[in-house]
């Protein structure tokens, strides 16, 4: 564990809360811009074009149009719950953010602090553990709408998050046997050494069968076709939302384009090197033909943000091309894949990275 954790001041703790949140509604904007100007190019449209340069304040405006929509609860909800779920749905997507990396220690205001709010020696086990949570919120706004088509979309979502997250588990099992960490920052350091003194030592090597796992799992945990099944607009209207409306439909809306970028950094974060940037290290690039790139400190760590901001972006637009290229699955369909296709992968994957770290024996 990083010795700076813990030794932040209060402003400093609060001053990265902020600037977390900030970046993910502005990361939310962003993706819902992203994704209707990638769909309008694949379907041959122009996409929004019309609010701000090449639509860029579209979804601004959209968002601030939820928000000011009139509120309409109806009278056979349980209106505590009612009010409640788009919260429980909401919260935990963003404070799974808590422990991502973005970044190595940097130099604020003269204080040293690593690029992360917070660490935790379990920070694996706390993302699964909070990323459950919002499931809770799905199933109370299904059953306190008191109506047919939210309450089915709920049932589903349970089916279907349970049916994948333990597919996902165990894939982030061989990620946490190979790296002997179960610390986000250490697996992202970790992923910063050179196999033979030229290859990359990241997660995609070691674990491309529990990344194919972890992203398919991923992307049915964020709700998205072709596993918007708790949704499903052709049949249950708009699914477990179907009775909410303004600001309580948005808080709905922005959680599952939060869980999109949350999927991306994940992924980025264990199989692709995080912040890392092969061959560069605390005083520049290094390369394996012998040759050294001097560069400043602030240089070194602008560049693993940026790096970081790239891969995030990079798996955001994958999984937005997957959504409008793949049909949606039937249910049957759904639940073959999570138990016996992922489930299976994933629990021989589990066996063979235990076999391989323990024929590879002690580690230094």
């Not at 904007?29 to 639509?55: D, H, K, S, T, Y």
């Not at 030229?198 to 069968?209: E, F, H, R, S, T």
């Not at 400043?296 to 790239?310: E, K, M, Y």
């Amino acid at each position: 564990m990083n010795p700076l954790f813990g030794t932040d001041p209060w402003w400093m703790s609060a001053l990265k809360a902020v600037a977390i949140f900030v970046v993910l509604v502005l990361l939310t904007l962003f993706n819902i811009w992203a994704e209707r100007r990638v769909v309008a190019r694949m379907q041959q449209r122009i996409g929004p074009n019309r609010v701000g340069p090449q639509g860029l304040l579209q979804s601004l405006m959209d968002g601030v149009k939820l928000a000011l929509k009139e509120d309409v609860v109806p009278k056979a909800v349980d209106k505590a719950v009612f009010i409640l779920a788009p919260i429980i749905a909401t919260v935990p997507a963003f404070l799974t953010w808590a422990v991502i990396p973005f970044g190595p220690d940097v130099s604020i205001f003269g204080h040293r602090t690593p690029l992360q709010l917070t660490d935790f020696p379990v920070a694996v086990l706390y993302v699964l553990a909070i990323a459950s949570v919002g499931i809770y919120g799905i199933v109370l706004a299904g059953w306190s709408s008191g109506s047919t088509y939210p309450l089915l979309g709920g049932l589903r979502s349970t089916a279907q998050m349970i049916s994948y997250e333990i597919a996902m588990g165990l894939a982030l099992v061989g990620v946490v046997l190979t790296y002997d960490t179960l610390d986000l920052q250490q697996i992202a350091r970790a992923q910063g050494h050179l196999i033979g003194g030229w290859l990359p030592a990241w997660g995609i090597l070691y674990q491309p069968i529990g990344f194919l796992v972890f992203l398919v799992g991923g992307i049915a945990e964020s709700k998205r076709t072709p596993f918007d099944l708790p949704e499903s607009e052709s049949e249950l209207i708009s699914g477990y939302f179907t009775e909410y409306s303004g600001a309580k439909h948005f808080m709905f809306f922005m959680s599952d384009f939060v869980e999109v970028v949350l999927v991306a950094a994940l992924v980025t974060t264990l199989y692709f090197g995080g912040w890392q940037v092969p061959y560069l290290l605390r005083d520049g690039f290094h390369f394996p033909w012998g040759s050294t790139l001097a560069l400043p400190a602030l240089a070194v760590s602008l560049l693993g943000v940026v790096a970081f901001i790239v891969k995030l972006v990079f798996f955001t637009i994958l999984q937005i091309l997957l959504r409008w290229t793949l049909p949606r699955f039937r249910y049957d369909q759904l639940m073959q894949l999570g138990w016996k296709g992922l489930l299976p992968v994933s629990l021989a994957n589990v066996v063979a990275t235990a076999a391989l770290v323990l024929l590879a024996g002690p580690r230094a």
